[in-house]
Structures are given as structure tokens and as C-alpha cells.
């Protein structure tokens, strides 16, 4: 199936590794000029560009804390010179934090995960939906998680952050719908990436893993990026103002298989 996707303005947020290096690594391979943004590990997005590059595509690294918002307009900038503006943004650049009780987390390390997770996806999202809404056309993806609707102990500010984008993005698909433009969520599961390496590359923990899974298995980078490619083609055209989970089932909660 052709995406219709070539030539397409892409930046993906945190897009030089895990997640967001599939997703990158996604839409190169239908044709789109990507940009790649990043924050730390500055060889990895300059191996993707050359990789992007030499199969005979376009791509930039653009470094930017994405909760800064002066960083934020600086990247924005370069991709209105380098190709006049944007088509699609992946807000995919996030943190879980530290694991902490509640009463016991540090109010700065908590705000932390909010002002990357939640002020940096707006930020993001505010200037790409800044050229959207004037071109009438245009596609922001949020990615949220499973813990959107899942609580997660000891993960109140990632949990909450998650939460509050889903909320976010509804709000944005209202006011930017009658300009042309789709804002939606992506909420993934348990996905093998770096994130959450300490679980999967733990036998217990892995075990215990799959009990949460329907489909009995870990996801794979590909398994969302597919579906993100998808959601920000025009195959998905009347989809707008929702969350797709790409999950293996986990927000099924399998533990209830057998009755309550």
C-alpha cells in the first residue's frame, strides 16, 4: 500500500533512538524528508541523517530541549529554511523518571517528566499547528502510553503527564479540525526499547511482563511506527481527536480472562 507519503515535512521529537528511531527510520522509508530531533547522543542522529541520505532521501538532526521554548522555535525555524515548514510532527520525546512513591518524589525530578512530557509535546504542537492551521493541512501525533488510562505506582508524574496530553490532543483536534489539520495519540505497551530495558532483559520481570500482554509477547519499535506512519498518512484521513493503543491488548486487562 503506497502512504502517499513521499516528500512529506516530518520532525520527530527524541527520533535519533528506541522508539523514535524506528518511527524515523519509518517514514524515510516511505519517501519523507525527516527531521530528526535530539537532545543527547548527537552521533546517532548524524548516523541516521547519512543513512537517510544515502538511500537517496532528505533528512536534518535538530538539537532542541524541547521544554525550552526558544529551543523549540529555533528548530522550527531550521525546518521552515531547510524545506518552508512542516506536514507532520511525532511528538514522540519523553522521560519516565525515577521510580518514587508519591510523598516520597522529589518535586523537582516530578516536574521534570511534566515539563518534558506535557509543556514540551504543546510546545512542540503549538508550532507546528501555527503553520498548519495556515496551510489547512497537517498532521501532530502525541504519544501518550497505556498509562494514560493505566496507574502505574511509583510513576505519578509520568502516568499523569501521559493523562494530561491525551486530554491536551483532544482539545487541540477541536480547534484545529476546521482548519484541515488531525491531532491525535499514539499510546504504546510494553515496547523493547531502552526505556524499560532493566524489565525485558530480566527473566522474572519478563515473565511478569507477559502476564499483562494478551498476545503473549513484547512489542517491537516497528509495531508502533507502523502504525504511526499509517495515522499520519491519508489512509487515515477521518481520524481525529483520539488515542489508538498499540498495547498487545494490555489495556484489555487480561487479569480478568477468566471472570472478575
Known sequence: MNLGLSNRRVLVTGGNSGLGAAISKAFAAEGARVAINYLLNPTEAERLVEEFTAAGGEALGLMADISDPEAVETMFGAMDSAWG????????????????????????????????????????????LKRMVVQRSGVVLNTTSVHEVIAWSGYSAYAASKAAVSMMSKSLAQEAAPHGVRVLCIAPGAIRTPINQAVWQDAEGYRDLLTKIPLGRIGEP???????????????????????????????????????
Open 85 to 128: 515548514g512542516i506536514d507532520i510532527l511525532v511528538n514522540n520525546a519523553g522521560i519516565d523518571g525515577g521510580y518514587a512513591l508519591g510523598w516520597e518524589a522529589d518535586p523537582d525530578a516530578w516536574g521534570r517528566v511534566v515539563d518534558i512530557n506535557l509543556k514540551g509535546t504543546y510546545l512542540c504542537a503549538r508550532e507546528a
Open 222 to 260: 516497528e509495531d508502533v511506527a507502523n502504525v504511526v506512519v499509517m495515522l499520519a498518512s491519508d489512509a487515515a484521513g477521518y481520524m481525529t481527536g483520539t488515542t489508538v493503543f498499540v498495547d498487545g491488548g494490555m489495556t484489555d486487562y487480561p487479569s480478568f480472562a477468566h471472570g472478575g
